[in-house]
Structure formats: C-alpha cells, structure tokens
C-alpha cells in the first residue's frame, strides 16, 4: 500500500506498508485485512502522521516572531517533544 500527499510546505510525503499474503489463504476465504494487519498500517499511518507534524512544528518555530526571518540553529542536539 502506497500513500503519498503534501505537506503544508508543498514537499511531497510518501509512505509504503507491505502486507503479504499467499494465496492459499485467498483460496481459503481469508479475504480483507486482518486484525494484526490493519493495527500494523494503523501504528506506520500514525508514526507518518506524528513525524510530518513534529517536522512541521520544528519548521514553524525557527521563525523569529518580530522580524519573520529563521533564526539560526545553534546546536543539532536531539531533543524530545
């Protein structure tokens, strides 16, 4: 499964999950998504989801609120939001 969409800045996101499946279980009637399938494209859409907005809020904060310009990083330290 692909998904792809913009982001507010106009950068494209892109995300695949891979969900295999043999055919034995389609001749089986096994048909549509399981549970442990759609709880593993719901935990990879949410970490899409978090990710985008984490880089969205880090973008937005770099801009200095009296002048509109980005203000210069100082230090690349990972932090925890």
């Known amino acids: 499964?692909?998904?792809?969409?913009?982001?507010?800045?106009?950068?494209?996101?892109?995300?695949?999950?891979?969900?295999?499946?043999?055919?034995?279980?389609?001749?089986d009637g096994?048909?549509?998504?399981?549970?442990?399938?759609g709880k593993k494209i719901m935990t990879a859409l949410q970490s899409a989801a978090v990710n985008h907005e984490a880089e969205t809020y880090a973008h937005f904060r770099r801009g200095?609120?009296?002048?509109h310009a980005f203000r210069l990083v100082k230090n690349y330290t990972m932090r925890r939001i």
């Open 1 to 27: 499964m692909d998904d792809e969409g913009k982001s507010a800045l106009g950068d494209v996101c892109r995300r695949e999950v891979r969900i295999e499946k043999s055919d034995e279980r389609l001749l």
């Open 30 to 37: 096994d048909i549509g998504l399981s549970i442990e399938e």
């Open 64 to 67: 200095c609120p009296d002048c």
